[in-house]
């Protein structure tokens, strides 16, 4: 189980990353605070992404 666990974390890691070049292969900023806050910027787009395809479920009584 612990390796099966291991695998599918590892994939959902591998598919995210593909997500994030496929925004944009390279930086476009130069220093690195730039960089880094266009990383930022990168991975929220990509969280609110993956956000508006999440299925809401509720209990109905």
């Not at 598919?15 to 605070?33: E, G, P, Q, V």
């Not at 880094?36 to 929220?44: L, Q, Y």
């Amino acid at each position: 189980m612990e390796k099966w666990y291991s695998y599918h974390r590892r994939s959902l890691v591998q598919i995210k990353m593909h997500c994030i070049k496929l925004l944009s292969d390279k930086l476009s900023a130069r220093n690195f605070d730039s960089q880094d806050n266009e990383i930022h910027a990168r991975v929220a787009v990509l969280n609110r992404f993956t956000e508006l395809g999440r299925t809401h479920t509720r209990v109905v009584s």
